[in-house]
């Protein structure tokens, strides 16, 4: 990606972290070797005034003073105002680098804030995201330049388990690169034996074995998903519900495309977070179908009721045991609720 030469303060923002990190890389080179020229702080710790004196100071050996802002999202807000305010003043030879590193409970920095808005002004902001499709395209390349052969059936298996985000499945292909040596092919054997799936697969493979009516299955997945968490109740509120409650809301989105709802309708009916139109995977989108075929609206209703009653028994609103034992029963209740309706021959 080309600098522009006027840009004097930038944004990484986007959802895919090696992205930002490879591009943070490009950026960090400007300040040179030596790293006089360099200055890195954490967006909590950020001092305003102190940072845009500092890039007002002249760079000993290198074409620019650098300042790196970590967890731009983090930065208190009276300092965010006084950086916003100095970023259009900023000299010919100063670069701030801010980046977004948000966790999984955090979001990025707003597009509402008036840093975000000086950056866009003043500076640049580099959304660094692949576009629909392209993830497939990107793995490829990595493994030709890791020296790898990849089949196209492993290639599709480690984009599923990671659910096309670059940054895991990068991480797995690495995994799977080392495992079978310069030269040699990753397989899907190799994928299944090296690979970690990512805790969304997992989430959805616990959504399968729920509507395949597999409660055995159902149960020991939800068992994996739960050695996360120091408590059982705690690795459920925070990773696996609200994955499971859009996976559900997908779902019952998917019976909806079954029954010949159109896609104007769905998007005037679901316009907001987790609809349709955001599943840009046509694997995802077949395996929704796939599922939503074998159940009934009112089914899947049942199943986000229960979802809601387990949620509130977990917080203590309702009664309920110990947090493993509510978990167990709600995943086997759905269970129940999906073999009553394969039994009842609603399956289409």
């Avoid at 799936?197 to 959504?207: D, K, M, N, Y």
């Avoid at 009664?319 to 269970?335: D, I, K, Q, W, Y």
């Amino acid at each position: 990606m080309a600098d522009r030469a006027d840009s004097r303060a930038v944004l990484l923002t986007g959802s895919e972290p090696l992205l930002r990190v490879e591009r943070l890389r490009e950026l960090r080179a400007i300040a040179g070797e030596e790293g006089l020229d360099l200055v890195e702080v954490a967006g909590p710790q950020v001092r305003a005034t102190e940072t845009l004196d500092t890039l007002r100071t002249l760079p000993f050996f290198s074409e620019k003073k650098v300042v790196i802002v970590r967890n731009a999202e983090r930065i208190p807000k009276g300092e965010k105002e006084t950086l916003a305010a100095g970023i259009a003043d900023l000299p010919e030879h100063a670069l701030l680098i801010f980046v977004d590193e948000p966790t999984d409970e955090e979001k990025a920095l707003p597009k509402s804030d008036a840093l975000y808005k000086a950056l866009k002004k003043h500076g640049r902001v580099e959304t660094l995201t692949l576009a629909k499709g392209e993830a497939q395209k990107e793995i490829a390349k990595r493994a030709k330049a890791l020296g790898v052969e990849i089949t196209s059936e492993a290639l599709q298996a480690i984009l599923e388990m990671t659910s096309e985000q670059v940054t895991e499945a990068t991480s797995e292909l690495e995994k799977c690169a080392l495992f079978v040596g310069e030269g040699g092919t990753i397989t899907p054997e190799v994928v299944s034996e090296v690979a970690t799936p990512s805790r969304e697969f997992r989430v959805f493979q616990l959504l399968d074995a729920i509507c395949a009516g597999q409660t055995g299955q159902a149960l020991a997945t939800l068992q994996d998903l739960l050695v996360e968490g120091k408590k059982p109740e705690e690795a459920a509120l925070r990773n696996v519900f609200p994955m499971l409650y859009r996976q559900l809301r997908l779902l019952f989105q998917a019976r909806l495309v079954v029954e010949r709802l159109s896609q104007e309708e769905l998007s005037r009916c679901y316009p907001s977070r987790y609809s349709w139109a955001e599943v840009s995977s046509q694997w995802q989108r077949d395996k929704f179908l796939r599922l939503a075929r074998g159940l009934t609206l009112e089914q899947i209703r049942a199943m986000f009721e229960r979802l809601v009653q387990a949620d509130a028994e977990l917080k203590g609103a309702l009664p309920a045991l110990n947090g493993r034992e509510t978990l167990e029963r709600f995943v086997a209740s759905l269970c129940a609720l999906a073999q009553r309706t394969a039994s009842s021959g609603a399956i289409r």
